[in-house]
């Protein structure tokens, strides 16, 4: 019989699956709470703590932590899965992306947060050294923002530590289909050191980071990615029975550019996610208000779109995409 988990005032015994909330703070329309699920196993073996929605207008993420809450047994569990479905409760009300609307910060770039911080902060710390500091391992489920077309990718915070990154690494691998990206702190792929999986990957829990999924939408595809990658994680940790699905050839980012406007007016644009763009490649027309083309866009360089926005009209300076500049791995 394995001991107990608890978080807070949230504990499962072994074999049990407990839900409920954990209250951070309030605001005068009542609590600021964060859902949990602990789904305690009865063999032996290591926590893994899933959080999605710390931008809680990326749905695939959360549908497919809710999914996997619900198909997980505590019978025949070895170890403990601890969820939060949703990391930021007043986002997913208010359909608000990127920010939380109580205090307009962002939940994934806070770094280290002061015990006297706002709303968000308290979120950031509780989520971090309640939660996830509780679980040996850790997977931050995130897709492209509203407005956010995006290529799957699994990324994981590198620490110098050669044991904790070997197995970190190959967690992502394990995640996603095609794509990692491996973070150093003066690096420029995600990911970043102000967000919550590096911060957990630095204090020891190993941390993947997975994208699937954007622009508001809940496909079905993009919610598989996520519980494959998940489910591909637990059965090479021994938690869920089933060969691991051993990742082939994969590509690790190096770098990331965006293309951006010049001119400003309609966008008619020429490349989608996961397309292989040449240098100097036609990515895009911008017409003005009476359809003539005053500019041709060009990719100043070669890689894979990683990211395309979905607005239609561009102002001087707005993205129009982001590609991947990749080698294989
Ligand atoms: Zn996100």
Known sequence: MREAVRIRDLAAESGEQRQG?????????????????????????????????????????????????QSTCAETLAGALVAVPVANMRMFEARSPFVSPLDGLNLNKLGP?????SISQI???????????????????????????????????????????????????????????????????PPFPDGLSYAASHRGVVSVFGESGGNGTLDPADVQIHMDGVRNVMRYLKMIEGGVEEPGAR?????????????????????????????????????????????????????????????????????IVRYWITEPA
């Not at 609590?31 to 926590?47: E, T």
């Not at 947060?113 to 911080?117: F, K, S, Y």
């Not at 077309?149 to 289909?177: C, H, I, K, S």
């Not at 690790?252 to 008619?268: F, I, K, Q, T």
């Open 123 to 189: 979120l950031a710390r509780v989520l971090l050294e309640d939660v996830i500091c509780a679980a040996d391992y850790h997977i931050d489920l995130h897709a492209g923002d509203l407005g956010e077309m995006l290529l799957p990718f699994a990324g994981y915070a590198l620490t110098g530590n050669a044991e904790q990154d070997e197995v970190g690494e190959y967690l992502a691998r394990l995640y996603t289909p095609r794509l990692i990206s491996l973070s150093t702190p003066s690096g420029t792929v």
């Open 21 to 69: 909330f954990l209250t951070i703070g309030e605001t005068v329309a009542g609590p600021v709470q964060i859902p949990l699920v602990i789904i305690n196993g009865r063999a032996d073996g290591p926590v893994l703590c899933l959080t999605a929605g710390v931008h809680a207008t990326e749905y695939a993420p959360i549908d497919a932590v809710m999914r996997l809450v």
């Open 251 to 319: 590509l690790a980012a190096r770098d990331r550019v965006v293309v951006r406007a010049s001119r400003a007016g309609l966008l008619r644009l020429h490349v989608a996610i996961g397309d292989e763009i040449r240098a100097g490649q036609h990515v895009a027309d911008i017409c003005n208000v009476f359809g003539d083309v005053i500019e041709r866009v060009a990719a100043p360089g070669e890689g894979i779109a990683g990211l395309v926005w979905s607005h239609k009209v561009v102002n001087t300076g707005d993205p």
């Open 113 to 117: 947060c002061p015990a006297d911080g």
